[in-house]
Nanobody
C-alpha cells in the first residue's frame, strides 16, 4: 500500500502562486509515475501534470508554462509549483501514484487539497 498526504492548498488571488506537496509513505518502490490531478465542482477529475520514473514531466495544455511538477526522491515527496493562478484553476488537487505490481499498474490517491483562486 501507498499512503499519500497532500498539503499546501488554500485561498489565493488571481495571479498569485501556491506550492502543493505530496508526502508518500508505505510501499514506495516500483513506482511508474507520480502526478497531480484536479477536480472542480461539477466537473470530472482531470490530469494536471505527471512525472515518470526518469523525471520526465508531462503537463496539461491549460497549465503549461505556469505549473511545474517536481519530486524529491530522498524525501519521497512530490511537488506542484503553481504560478500565475487563474480562477479556473480552482479545484481540489489530488496526488496520484501509479505503481507496478506483477506487471499491473495500480493507482493510489491522496484525499486532496483545495485550491481556491479569487478574481
Amino acid at each position: 500500500q501507498v499512503q499519500l498526504v497532500e498539503s499546501g492548498g488554500g485561498l489565493v488571488q488571481s495571479g498569485g502562486s501556491l506550492r502543493l506537496s505530496c508526502a508518500a509513505s508505505g510501499i514506495i518502490f516500483s513506482i511508474n509515475r507520480m502526478g497531480w490531478y484536479r477536480q472542480a465542482p461539477g466537473k470530472q477529475r482531470e490530469l494536471v501534470a505527471t512525472i515518470n520514473s526518469f523525471g520526465n514531466p508531462n503537463y496539461a495544455d491549460s497549465v503549461k508554462g505556469r505549473f511545474t511538477i517536481s519530486k524529491d526522491n530522498a524525501k519521497n515527496t512530490l511537488y506542484l509549483q503553481m504560478n500565475s493562478l487563474k480562477p479556473e484553476d480552482t479545484a481540489t488537487y489530488y496526488c496520484n501514484v501509479n505503481r507496478i505490481y506483477n506487471t499491473i499498474g495500480i493507482d493510489y490517491w491522496g484525499k486532496g487539497t483545495l485550491v481556491t483562486v479569487s478574481s
